[in-house]
C-alpha cells in the first residue's frame, strides 16, 4: 500500500505546485486546468457532485490523484488559491474570470457542507447557486388554491380532487414511448427554427425506476445525451412536451451542446468541460429548461399540438383538454411553496411528515408524489430553487429582449452559449 500510495502523493505535491498564486506566466487557460483537476477531486469525494465531465483524461486522472492524496480540508485550501490567482488575471477577460471564481465559491461552500457545517437555507442557497430566494409564507398561496378549487368542484378534499382529475390524462405504458419521441422531436424542430445546432447531436431515450426526479439529462459529449425519465408513477400527457423540452430541446441538451461547441471547442475554455452540480451553473441550466418550454411551445401552441399528435397516440380523449390546460397553467402558481417547505424543512422547522403534508396541501400532490418530491429535497436540499426561482429569472431576463420571437430566441440562445451567471440576467 506504501509503494502505490507514495507516486500518488507525490503527483498531488507536483500539482500543488501549479497553484501558487502569482506565478508570473500564470493565466486564465492555466486556472482552468486547475479548476477541472480540483472540481473532479471533489467529485471523487462526492458521488454525484459531478453532472458531466467530458474533457481531457489526463485531468481526470489527476483529480482522482488528488482526492487520493488530499482531504477535503486540502481540498478547500485548492479553492481558496484557484480563487487569489483568478484576481490579477480578471482584465483579460472578464466575464470567463467571474464564471470561473463564482463556480469556485459554490465549491468552496459544498466544501464546507461537506466537512459537516450547516448552513441556513438561504445562506446554502446563495453560496451554492449564487442566488438568496425570496420566499413567501405558505399563506400567501390560499388565494391560488381557492381559484383551483372552482376549477376542479367537488366534495373530496382539493388535492384528491386535483389528483383524480389530472390521473385521467395518464399515459399507458405501451403508449410511453411513441409520445416522448414525437414530443421531443416537435421540441427540436421548435429549436432548431431558431438555434443551429451540429447535424451531429443526439441523445438516446431510456425509460427508468426508483429515482427521487422525472427526468435526467446526462450529457456525454461529442454532441450526445442520455434522456431518462422516472416511470415510478404514473406519467400524464402534459409531461412530455414539459419534459422533452427540459431535458432535451431548448433545455439540457441544447445547452451543454452550445457549450461544447462553442465554448469548449470553439475557444478551448476546458472548464466547460466538467459541470459542477452544486453551482450557479445548475441555477442558469434549470431556469433555462423550464423557461424553454414556454419559449418553444406557448401554452395554446402546445395545446393544440397536444390535442393534434398527442392525444391520439396516447388513445386519450380530448374533451376535458382545455379544462385540464387551465388547472395546469394555475398550479404554476403554487411553485414557490415548494421552496418555502424546502426551507422549513431542511433549517429543522417542520419533520419529514409534515413536509409531505405540506405539499399535498400546496402543490396539490397525491401522498406517492408529496414523498417524492420530499425525496428530491433530502437528496438535493437548496437545488429545488433552481426550477421555480430559475425559470422566473430567466423568462425576466429573455423577456426584456422583447415582444417579438426571434429577439426572444436570440437572448436565449445567448444565456445557453456563454458563460452565463444568475448576475447577469437582466429585469431580476
Request: glycine share 6%; hydrophobic share 40%.
Amino acid at each position: 500500500m506504501q509503494r502505490r500510495a507514495l507516486p500518488l502523493i507525490l503527483l498531488a505535491l507536483l500539482l500543488a505546485a501549479c497553484v501558487n498564486v502569482g506565478a508570473p506566466n500564470d493565466s486564465l487557460d492555466a486556472v482552468a486546468r486547475d479548476y477541472v483537476r480540483t472540481q473532479l477531486a471533489i467529485g471523487v469525494k462526492e458521488d454525484g457532485y459531478i453532472d458531466a465531465y467530458y474533457g481531457p483524461a489526463d485531468l481526470q486522472a489527476d483529480g482522482k490523484a488528488i482526492a487520493a492524496a488530499e482531504g477535503l480540508p486540502q481540498l478547500a485550501a485548492r479553492v481558496s488559491q484557484l480563487r487569489a490567482r483568478i484576481g490579477p488575471l480578471h482584465q483579460s477577460e472578464p466575464r470567463r474570470a467571474a464564471f470561473l471564481d463564482a463556480q469556485l465559491n459554490a465549491a468552496a461552500t459544498r466544501l464546507q457542507m461537506l466537512q459537516g457545517e450547516k448552513l441556513p437555507f438561504a445562506e446554502e442557497a446563495q453560496g451554492l447557486f449564487g442566488v438568496r430566494p425570496q420566499l413567501k409564507p405558505l399563506s400567501a398561496y390560499d388565494p391560488v388554491l381557492a381559484r383551483i378549487d372552482a376549477l376542479v368542484p367537488g366534495e373530496d378534499a382539493l388535492p384528491d380532487r386535483v389528483e383524480a382529475f389530472q390521473n385521467r390524462f395518464t399515459v399507458g405504458r405501451k403508449e410511453l414511448e411513441d409520445v416522448f419521441r414525437n414530443a421531443i422531436a416537435a421540441c427540436r424542430t421548435a429549436t432548431l427554427r431558431h438555434i443551429t445546432l451540429p447535424p451531429t447531436e443526439r441523445f438516446n431515450l431510456a425509460f427508468v425506476h426508483d429515482k427521487s426526479w422525472s427526468g435526467y439529462n446526462y450529457y456525454l459529449g461529442d454532441y450526445q445525451s442520455r434522456i431518462e425519465i422516472n416511470t415510478d408513477l404514473p406519467i400524464r400527457i402534459n409531461r412530455a412536451i414539459d419534459l422533452g423540452c427540459h431535458e432535451g430541446y431548448p433545455g439540457h441538451h441544447a445547452l451543454n451542446v452550445l457549450l461544447e461547441e462553442r465554448l469548449v471547442r470553439g475557444r478551448g475554455w476546458v472548464e466547460f468541460s466538467v459541470y459542477p452540480l452544486y453551482s450557479p451553473q445548475s441555477l442558469i441550466a434549470e431556469g433555462s429548461a423550464n423557461f424553454g418550454i414556454d419559449l418553444a411551445f406557448p401554452p395554446a401552441r402546445k395545446l393544440r399540438y397536444e390535442m393534434a399528435v398527442l392525444y391520439p397516440l396516447a388513445k386519450l380523449p380530448t374533451q376535458d383538454a382545455e379544462r385540464y390546460d387551465q388547472l395546469l397553467l394555475a398550479l404554476r402558481d403554487l411553485q414557490g411553496a415548494r421552496m418555502t417547505i424546502a426551507q422549513m424543512f431542511l433549517d429543522g422547522q417542520i419533520g419529514e411528515e409534515e413536509a409531505v403534508r405540506l405539499t399535498q396541501k400546496y402543490q396539490l400532490f397525491s401522498e406517492a408524489r408529496a414523498r417524492q418530491s420530499v425525496n428530491f429535497t433530502k437528496q438535493y436540499r437548496s437545488y429545488v430553487i433552481n426550477y421555480g426561482l430559475g425559470r422566473d429569472m430567466v423568462a425576466a431576463d429573455v423577456e426584456s429582449a422583447g415582444a417579438a420571437e426571434e429577439a426572444r430566441w436570440r437572448r436565449m440562445e445567448q444565456l445557453l452559449s456563454e458563460p452565463t451567471l444568475p448576475s447577469d440576467l437582466k429585469a431580476r
